[in-house]
């Protein structure tokens, strides 16, 4: 695989029926025994892929290994040709950590390989196409990495996840590690790869939750990590040397200081684009010595800045040494919002869009798998039998595994948590009584900011209390948000307003409906209310799954009087432009006197 002499950066080219309610109520369903747990079935309508199993997916880490060793597969990655008069961007190159030294797993316990490799399903080795870069465990079961190392390629047919170990695989083994396969992969829609602009980053959904500890993203707001002279700590196994093509078989680090926007222009012109990328490390030497830079094969690896990912590695120039170049990376805090509509993504049947739960008055529930940006929006539906005894329902990923869980409450005031366990069954986890004392309860997403979701509730003399998930499905103690919630409706699950924090919407008496942001931490919980606009108590009920259009910005449905439902889709930004336009989904939903 060869490149053409331009300015490159770290990155890689390409290569059911809708059942919607249309106004009539629905046919009652079969009702199955009452009283007993809600026990769901798995949902059928998006099927787990097949994968490889553990002993292909090691088999196929270890062709990856050799491959690299063998000069056969490649590093991916873009880079330029030195100085700034070269022409935009483009071919399939690489990136690495020169003067580096040795990090321990230990220390980035977060840190995973990224191989593919793909035979052609024949014996002629020449078309062989093999890649390997890094990525950083977000989520146990989410992989935060650069969009060229994603755009165009299969990763559930041909990749494979190698993570708890610091040597790449090889003929004898994966050195400790445990391989994973990939469920979905999510490439920043607003990415170009022609140029590696509009945020080069992906998120990989693994096939299995891992046990290790995970890198939270920064925030939208944090400016102190970009600040220029900031120490930053990069990850990778790339090139250690310009004279060899050879990456690292350990891993590396190095530390780098952050510089401004204008250092990286000064070099590499129109070719970085600030807000979209972020500048780091000293300028380039000329030679191995006196660099200290990422190159071919830390693309995707994170930038590490106060314990969160400020950037992700993204390009530089080739052979990463020429005078006077700086390492390009993609600025996460500007894409943070989409990030974590990635990690906690809040869908039923494992497609990556938000669903919704209902249930009529008789006690038959459904599950409504989102359509995603397309009319009815809500499409095909599954029956999950009789919920007659149960007086509340919501959504969330409570034990992180990246199943979505329900919580609910039994009609004698029990808060129970049904988890699903991967394969076929649901647990029941009893999370306490007394809970008929709370009005509403919403599962908005971590509060907190300890990565884990939260509960919200509301009780009858309009205290507003947020619990802490445990991220085992139950809750610790209560932290008090505050008082003169009584005549509020709160809703809102995500994050609205695109910082990195979900967030909680709340409509007051005179139908007013009002967001208030997440601050990332318990107390406060919530910081000053925007208006997002009046007229609102139009609305008899609200459901917020999350994300249901899947542009990685959390929606709102809202069902009217006269049982019409209403898709606002969010905009990410605040206030009065919080929404579009409202969209009809359709009618009949007053079929239905419990959403999710």
Known sequence: MTSTPRRARLALPAATAALALSGAVLAAAPAQASGGTPVPPRPAVTERPATASPAELAQRAQESGVALRNGTATAPGAQPEAGPSAEAPSGRVDPKIIGGKDASISEAPWMVQLHYYDDKDNDDPADDEGYFCGGTLVAPAKVLTAAHCVYGLDWTENGTIVAGTAQLPDKTGLHGGRVAGVWRQWVNPTYRPSTTSGGDLAVLTLTEALPYKTLRPTTSGDTASYANGTPATVYGWGRTSSTSQDISPTLKKATVPMRSDASCTSYWGSDFVPGQMACAGDAASGQDAGTVSPCNGDSGGPLVVNGRIAGVVSWGVEDCVASGAYAVYAKVGSYVGEVNSRVDDTDLDFDGLADLFARTPGGDAYEYYSLGDSWPYLGNRLWLGDWGGVSLVRQGDLDRDFWQDYVYRASDGVLYTLAFDGVDAYESIRVGGGWNAMKDLRVPGDLSGDALPDLVAKDKDGVLWLYPGKGDGTFGSRVRIGGG????????????NRDGRPDLLARDGSGVLWLYPGTGKAA???????????????????????????????????????GVMWLYKGTGKSGTATFKTRVRVGGGWNAFNLLG
């Open 485 to 496: 919630w009584a005549t509020y409706t709160i809703t809102g699950k995500g994050d609205y």
């Open 524 to 562: 406060p919980a919530l910081g000053s209310r925007v208006r997002v606009g009046g007229g609102w108590n139009a609305y008899s009920a609200f459901a917020t799954a999350g994300d249901t259009t899947g542009d990685g910005r959390p929606d709102l449905l809202a069902r009217d009087s006269s």
